[in-house]
């Protein structure tokens, strides 16, 4: 009751201070409250908006990507194959092993622990290690076993890689034609370098989302795709006969001393190369080692046929109806050329040869008489027509054509000299396949080497195949069997090359080698040459060889013999050739003769 | 609020109950107003049953939610972990599978290593094998006389006739009345521990 009065005097004191109480306006408190309380959450609601539904994507994206692991599937490089499916190069998987030095506290000990593994010294390993840097290859190519135990030691700072390493099981078998790759697997000779695309594959990838510990999350984002692997090439090269030829040289350069031999051994209807090598080689091993002797000689190497480019002569002359085999000429045993005289082999009185006994007796002075005839035109033109001065084609790298000038500009002693063989050089491929035209009775087939090349689905992808060309009318070239069949006679210059069962033609040849010095001929030494086919009665396979020789004192018809004989008479067995049923026939090489 | 109740409030609940329940009806439809006095006459009035408890009601619904929500994530668990072993075992059988690759290319690579020229000429040589030479071929006329082409020589042997390490396991025949007797059945290679002149013409038609 008392304090009621008192009550009312309370703001009856403050007014007469001047301000007047107002009551805040609680609807007025609550307005601001949410007029506040909306802005934020239009400001949180806003960037809610521009996080989830304009950059969202953005954000969603980067969070996967760091979750998103992306593989390289490797794909494997195709095979090469010979003829009938052996290996002669194909990829298998490998591991290399590398370092990353920053992360290996302790270089010796590591050294220590992987050396003995990785088959090296503890020194060499630190030697790499030092090297510094977050990345060193400590070895490459390795099998997947020996990466397997370096990575159970568990040391820190060395990992695994995989990738693929490149096997040739018949290791120096066909080395030249195969060629090899480098560290990476690309071809740097041979068909894995001139079919280098064909046998390269596509790489896949595997894009997967990974755990904290690497592994994938299952049922999560993951795409993968295949790597293709690259096509299989598939060489016209027989194994076992590649073989045969390169023991056959090895023997030629035992027993001659010599290390320069050439073989090459084609098919007679289809010009497919069976086999070829020359020496001197690379070690198929290391092909680093000797980096100038890493092409294939048989096609990048030429050298002056000698007396075996005579047949191209006597096929001009046939061809153009100047002579016939039995046509009878007078050759002294020597004959002034401008600058010059060339002579015979042997000395001799003047003979009359028929055109088989000059060609069988390999008379230089004869085959320039009869050159004379031809003409320098025809006879360039025989020589183009046989695929001298241009390369063949076939599918190997480095291929040289030979040297043949154009025909204005052979030099006076060139238009004599090319008939029997100097002052023009072809390679041992060449050779080859100019006495395939004759055994494949005038129709020449560029020699090739890829049998197909097959894709990674297993369908055969089509090659252009090699256009055969008519070189000399099939009388003629009959003519030239026959003619050069007398040859292998016991009057002619190769009677060693006969093989007992079989008739065996082709022509010898030894030629004067250009001194690698330069000067001319003088010290150069001397090519013996032979290019043959047999059976003669029904040509299936052409040889030609051509072996170093210092000093010239034997021909091709004697050095030659043993590596044809053993090659061809290996062939002839091996894919069950019919022996000759016929003896070879009388031949006429002297006007005295019957 | 005055604390003196209505005194007309306290009944209300007993007399009105009825009432109330015909307000209630009238507000989901104006037409049954004029019905009024009609449901009034016809309405008995029942001792409502003990209201359960809201919660007692909904038991049987929560149990079930429950009950789903469980196996729910019961099932999701299994599925996880099934999950999750399979992923294990598919690595497992991965690595199996990348083993044997492996294996399968090391063996190829033993394969293809042997079957080389070069190491098969290896393996003949150390047999004791030689490379045959020229083969004679035998012509049978239609007469019935046979002529042989070609000169069937026989190899030469090797310089150095190493004996391999694998030959002496045929038995030797006994020494006892095999003397001149070829072997039985001719099956046996050129035996090495046999002295005989390579030069022997064994081979048909010898004439070098």
Avoid: C
Wanted: proline share 10%; glycine share 10%.
């Amino acid at each position: 009751m008392t304090a009621a009065p008192r009550r009312p005097s309370r703001p009856a004191r403050s007014r007469p201070r001047g301000r007047p109480l107002r009551l805040s306006d609680p609807h007025r408190r609550m307005r601001v409250a949410l007029t506040v309380v909306l802005v934020l959450l239009v400001v949180v609601g806003g960037r809610l908006v521009q996080l989830q539904g304009l950059d969202g994507p953005r954000y969603a994206t980067a969070a996967e990507q760091l979750r998103l692991t992306t593989i390289e599937l490797q794909a494997a490089r195709g095979a090469i194959l010979d003829r009938n499916g052996n290996p002669l190069a194909y990829t298998v998987q490998a591991r290399a092993i590398f370092a990353d030095p920053e992360m290996i506290a302790s270089p010796g000990r590591t050294a220590l622990a992987v050396a003995p593994l990785l088959g090296l010294t503890p020194d060499e390993i630190q030697e790499k290690i030092a090297v510094g840097g977050r990345f060193v290859y400590l070895d490459r190519a390795l099998d997947p076993e020996i990466a397997q135990q370096v990575m159970d030691l568990r040391l820190p700072g060395i990992g695994v890689l995989d990738e693929q390493r490149r096997e040739y099981p018949a290791t120096s078998t066909a080395a030249q034609v195969v060629g090899f790759v480098d560290s990476d697997n690309i071809g740097l000779a041979g068909v894995e370098d001139s079919f280098n695309d064909v046998l390269t594959g596509t790489p896949g990838e595997l894009v997967y989302e990974r755990g904290q510990y690497g592994l994938p999350i299952p049922a999560a984002t993951q795409s993968r795709t295949e790597a293709v692997p690259g096509s299989t090439v598939r060489l016209t090269l027989d194994q076992d006969l590649q073989y045969q030829v390169e023991r056959a040289i090895a023997v030629a350069n035992d027993e001659r001393g010599v290390s320069t031999v050439q073989m090459v051994v084609l098919d007679t209807r289809t010009g497919q190369v069976l086999a070829m090598a020359g020496s001197p080689g690379y070690d198929a091993a290391n092909p680093g080692a000797v980096p100038e002797l890493l092409g294939n000689p048989t096609v990048s190497n030429v050298i002056e046929p000698g007396s075996v480019n005579k047949m191209i002569t006597f096929a001009a002359a046939l061809d153009r109806g100047l002579i016939t085999p039995e046509t009878e000429m007078t050759v002294p045993d020597h004959l002034a050329i401008p600058g010059s005289t060339i002579s015979d082999a042997w000395g001799h009185a003047p003979v009359t040869w028929t055109a088989l006994g000059v060609l069988a007796e390999s008379s230089n002075v004869g085959t320039v008489m009869l050159a004379r005839r031809v003409g320098a035109p025809s006879l360039d033109e025989y020589l183009r027509r046989f695929g001298l001065g241009t390369a063949t084609g076939i599918e190997l790298p480095a291929e040289s054509g030979g040297i043949l000038p154009p025909m204005p500009e052979w030099s006076g002693s060139q238009t004599d000299t090319i008939p029997f063989g100097q002052g023009i050089s072809m390679t041992v491929l060449q050779m080859a396949s100019m006495y395939q035209a004759v055994a494949n009775d005038g129709v020449l087939v560029p020699p090739r080497i890829i049998e197909q090349v097959i894709g990674p689905d297993g369908g055969v992808l089509p090659q252009a195949p090699a256009e055969a060309r008519r070189v000399v009318s099939p009388e003629t070239a009959a003519e030239l069997q026959h003619m050069l069949e007398a040859v292998t006679s016991d009057e002619g210059t190769g009677p060693l090359m006969r093989i007992d069962g079989y008739r065996v033609a082709g022509k010898t040849g030894t030629a004067q080698r250009p001194n690698p010095d330069g000067g001319g001929y003088a010290g150069g030494g001397y090519w013996a040459t032979f290019a043959g086919f047999a059976p003669a009665d029904d040509p299936r396979y052409v040889i030609a060889i051509s072996i170093e020789q210092p000093d010239g004192s034997q021909h091709g018809g004697i050095i030659a013999a043993p590596a044809f004989t053993s090659v061809m008479s290996y062939l002839l067995q091996d894919n069950g050739v019919t022996p000759s049923g016929t003896q070879a026939p009388e031949f006429r090489f002297t006007a005295d003769d019957e | 609020m005055s604390a003196i109740p209505a005194p007309s409030t306290l009944p209300a609940p007993r007399t009105a109950a009825p009432g109330t329940r015909r307000r209630t009806s009238t507000v989901g439809g104006r037409s049954r107003v004029g019905s009024g006095p009609r449901s009034t006459r016809t309405l008995t009035l029942t001792v409502a049953p003990a209201a359960t408890p809201l919660a007692a009601r909904r038991a049987p619904f929560v149990a079930v939610v429950l009950l789903l929500v469980g196996l729910g994530l019961v099932t999701l668990l299994v599925l996880n972990t099934a999950i999750a072993a399979d992923s294990f075992t598919r690595r497992a059988l991965s690595q199996d599978i990348d083993q044997l690759q492996l294996r399968e290319q090391q063996l190829q690579l033993e394969v293809a290593a042997a079957q080389a020229p070069t190491a098969l000429a290896r393996a003949a040589a150390g047999q004791g094998m030689i490379p045959a030479g020229q083969p004679g071929f035998l012509v049978i006329h239609p007469d019935g006389t046979t002529e042989i082409v070609g000169g069937a020589t026989p190899a030469a042997r090797p310089a150095s006739r190493s004996a391999p390490p694998r030959q002496p396991q045929p038995p030797a025949p006994p020494p006892g009345g095999a003397q001149g007797d070829p072997p039985p059945g001719g099956q046996q290679p050129a035996d090495p521990a046999d002295p005989a002149d390579p030069a022997d013409p064994a081979a048909p038609g010898g004439t070098g």
